[in-house]
């Protein structure tokens, strides 16, 4: 049986959270603790900094737990999002304390004692499960913690027999995969950015089989984008403060296609000068 690997939580911050996410942690506590929290300099001194106010008890570890979820729960992510069939479904998705039980039985708080931060090597493995999340609840996050091997092509040589010599380097990926349900009625699939379609699936897969117990993938219907999306485009004039669009891909009856830039990736799309146009490629 191979066995677990218990990471170093503060690793994981340093790979996942930005360094002003862990400024922003320990600025909440520098006031109260001048002389044991420091909030300057490079992100690896930030990181110890952290360290160092957890193992003097200035900063409660669930704080650092606290940082680490929202880092690896709302990073570079391909979002899916899912519809239940029927009320049905959709009442017992409303439920995560029944989703829950459906997993790991009625004693599952007990059982699991998630969160768990540990990988079980080239397997995908149940990381937590809270019910309860800001402002909402009745929401629910199912985590699921894969430990991926891969062999990524380094070089190439002829040695002098004539033999053609390949080198791969193996590599080891923590892949952070999430179904949250976000109430009253769409289910979210999240996992960590892909490299290929065919490694998006086997992260999907990973969490349908996992949730089977007590929802099946044959219940839900994907969201149709079309709407929202024409929506975001007429109004987005009127929203200026909530979101701005980016690029805008136009296409014709005729299937012709223009596509309009932002000059940058903090301007949207209808921030050119007056007189200017957006950016198109020819």
Known sequence: MSESKEPDIFELIGQLATAEQIKSL????????PEDVYVSGSKTEIIRHLRVAVDRGRIPQNDVADLLQEAEENGDQHILYFKPKSNVVAKKCRDGEEIAKSLWGDEWRKMTKFPRYELVPKSFEWADFRIGLKKKPNDWIAKVYGQEVAFRFIRQETL??????????????????????????????????CESKAQLLVRLNS????????IVQDDFIPWDFKAARKKLLEERSANKEIYHTGSIALTDSASGKAIFHPYTEEEGTDDAKDGELPSMPI
């Open 207 to 214: 969490l349908w089989t996992r949730l089977k117990p007590a």
């Open 160 to 193: 002098e027999d004539g033999t053609l010599a390949k080198y791969y380097k193996t590599t080891e990926t923590r892949a952070v995969c999430l179904a949250r349900w976000n109430g009253p009625d769409l289910l979210e699939m999240r996992v960590e950015r």
């Open 26 to 33: 320990l600025r909440e506590y520098k006031n109260e603790f």
